[in-house]
């Protein structure tokens, strides 16, 4: 099977400034590939939908991934998917309700297949696309910097457990949603879940430190200027919480948003 990509600018805070849209297809067959994350609609991804859409599906709804679903969908007829148990989201985020749901393990009729991933953490609702080696992987992975998992749509303990599950698969490449291909999967992966352990530490030793709420841990957490991104950075520092509490390394009240190491 054959995996194209378009680079689509988009309204993002990804530093790219723009969305990967890819189309899995099989080569000299005009039946219908698989469009995931089409994310708003230019000249080159019309081209790209001219060739054959039979299914659309998406890594997850944040809106920078979802902005053609419906246009595409109207005009080819394909088959929407959505993960099961979030049609709801799904219809609100982009505009159509899905034709059929999926679960982990699913396999998406194009081609010999392409099967469904769960690897939820940057959102609730992530997952992943595995066509024969490789893996479009959405929000999960990134060429350079980080992911953003932020309260309260993130779950940092999810990621992690996505990225070590993806880690175990060994991927051929990695096809991310914003940024150039990863042809060192288990690299990438190692340096995101080392990325996110590292913070965590620093998390943690500001919370020992004496720092009670989520801002005065953030500011000293990270060693760097913040100012630009502090809104994510604190939702980051949420979800470390999140999951510190959920590991009874410490108490955390998400009402008074007080937190203090056990």
Do not use: Q
């Not at 689509?8 to 990804?14: D, I, W």
């Not at 309260?151 to 991310?176: E, F, I, K, S």
Request: hydrophobic letters at 40%; aromatic letters at 4%; glycine letters at 8%.
């Amino acid at each position: 099977m054959h995996v194209t990509r378009v680079s689509v600018p988009v309204s993002t805070r990804a530093p790219t400034g723009a969305t990967n849209a890819y189309l899995v297809s099989v080569a000299a067959r005009r039946d219908g590939g698989l469009l995931i994350d089409p994310a708003a609609r230019t000249a080159e991804l019309d081209a790209l939908v001219e060739s054959g859409v039979a299914h659309i599906a998406v890594t997850h709804t944040h809106r920078d991934h979802v902005g053609a679903v419906a246009d595409y969908a109207r005009e080819t007829g394909a088959t929407v998917w959505c993960r099961r148990g979030r049609e709801r989201v799904f219809a609100d985020a982009t505009g159509v309700s899905p034709d059929r749901t999926f679960v982990e393990g699913t396999t998406i009729p194009v081609g010999s297949g392409v099967e469904v991933l769960d690897t939820p953490g940057h959102a609730r609702d992530h997952a992943s696309f595995v066509v024969g080696d490789d893996c479009i992987c959405g929000d999960l992975a990134v060429a350079e910097g980080s992911v953003v998992v932020g309260a309260p749509d993130g779950d940092m303990r999810a990621y992690l457990v996505a990225l070590r599950r993806l880690h175990a698969r060994n991927p051929n490449r990695l096809l991310p949603g914003h940024g150039p291909e990863i042809t060192d999967s288990r690299a990438t992966l190692a340096r995101l879940v080392a990325h996110r352990n590292d913070r965590e530490a620093s998390v943690l030793d500001a919370i020992r430190a004496g720092n009670e709420t989520p801002d005065a841990v953030a500011d000293a957490a990270y060693d760097k200027d913040i100012t630009g991104v502090y809104d994510l950075a604190r939702a980051t520092v949420v979800a470390h919480i999140e999951k510190l509490a959920a590991e009874r390394r410490v108490c955390w009240d998400p009402e008074t948003e007080r937190v203090v190491a056990v």
